[in-house]
């Protein structure tokens, strides 16, 4: 089912794709993090690495919960997005040879994920709350500031060291 697909009629049907959408985005990033995990060579940057890759399974916990408050089992869509993302860098991990650089790559990847998550929670929110569902809207919120704590942790990590680093 595709965005702008014939399925979804409703504000609720929208609401519902995008909930399959992050799930299915979460998903995905979980099983990506390890790899990233094993590439980074900063020691500050794996431990951050590890600590999201616990917040993301809860991310998926919460998703879930948020299906089960709405009536619906938890399902995810093809989101090509977060697959173009991750792919991409994928690539760019594996054209790296530099370590301090390839640090300075994975964060810059890490955050292009952070910012599509904290846009697809913003909405999801927004749409909660406007469907009268503040139950979910609160779950939701869980998530989107871990993320954005996430992206803020990965800028001062990036501007504070690992950057200049790789620039050396």
Known sequence: ???????????????????????YAEKKIAKS????????????LKADFQNHLGETENHILRVEEVFRMHGIEPKAVNCPAIDGIIDEAEEIAGDVADKQVLDAALIAA?????????????TLIAW????????????LTKNLAEEKNADTKLTKLAESRVNLHAAE
């Open 110 to 122: 890490a955050q292009a994920v952070e910012h599509y998550e904290m846009t697809r929670y913003g």
């Open 1 to 23: 089912m595709g965005l702008f697909s014939k399925d979804i009629k409703t504000m609720d049907d929208l609401f519902v794709h995008t909930l399959q959408d992050i799930y």
């Open 128 to 139: 909660a709350k406007l469907l009268g569902r503040p139950d979910c809207a609160g779950v």
């Open 33 to 44: 993090l390890p790899t990233m995990i094993d590439k980074a060579s900063d020691a500050q």
